[in-house]
């Protein structure tokens, strides 16, 4: 298995990451466009599998409460 890690701001814009199909959210982001961008990385012409996305949340942080605005 590999794994890149990187910050959602790094990661929303201009790279092509077909060759991922598991994307794991960290660090949320008070705009959900720009998680929805990361995302999209995954989702390119060429993906040829289902993308899983998770999104990881602890209870009662400043996470939940963004996570809560959106």
Known sequence: VT?????LKAG???LNMV???HVI?????WNPTTEDQAVD???RIG???PVTVTRLTVKDTVED????LQ
């Not at 959210?25 to 982001?29: F, G, K, R, T």
């Not at 409460?65 to 809560?68: D, K, V």
């Open 41 to 43: 990385r995954a989702h």
């Open 12 to 14: 929303n814009l201009g």
């Open 3 to 7: 794994v890149m890690l990187m910050s």
């Open 19 to 21: 060759a991922a199909c």
């Open 25 to 29: 959210l960290l660090d949320l982001w």
């Open 65 to 68: 409460r963004i996570l809560a």
């Open 47 to 49: 993906q040829t599998r």
